[in-house]
């Protein structure tokens, strides 16, 4: 498991299609979620990867995916409906759906 308080390149993690690890995210309050990777893509000069939580969720329906950007050390969740359709898009486009 990928903890990103670690000193581990996030960029080479996310887009190594071979890497099989969960991601663990800890957030401000020290609750931890873990996520697998479904996809990494460059998008309009920005990084971004799309990862679904391994366990259930709490407020999150099964099944749900979401979208972040990667800085250069962290993960932030991306809000904004149209990037998230678009990165959405561009996953289906790779796959051929």
Do not use: W
Request: proline share 1%; aromatic share 8%.
């Amino acid at each position: 498991m990928l903890d990103l308080n670690s000193k581990t390149n996030i960029k080479e993690i996310i887009f190594d299609k071979e890497n099989g690890s969960t991601v663990e995210l800890v957030g401000a309050k020290g609750v931890r979620l873990k996520l697998k990777r479904v996809f990494a893509t460059e998008y309009n000069e920005g990084l971004y990867c799309i990862l679904a939580p391994v366990n259930k969720v709490q407020g999150l329906a099964q099944g749900i995916a979401l979208v972040f950007k990667l800085d250069e050390d962290s993960l932030c969740l991306v809000k904004e409906k149209e990037l998230v359709k678009a990165i959405f898009n561009a996953y289906y486009s790779a796959i051929g759906g």
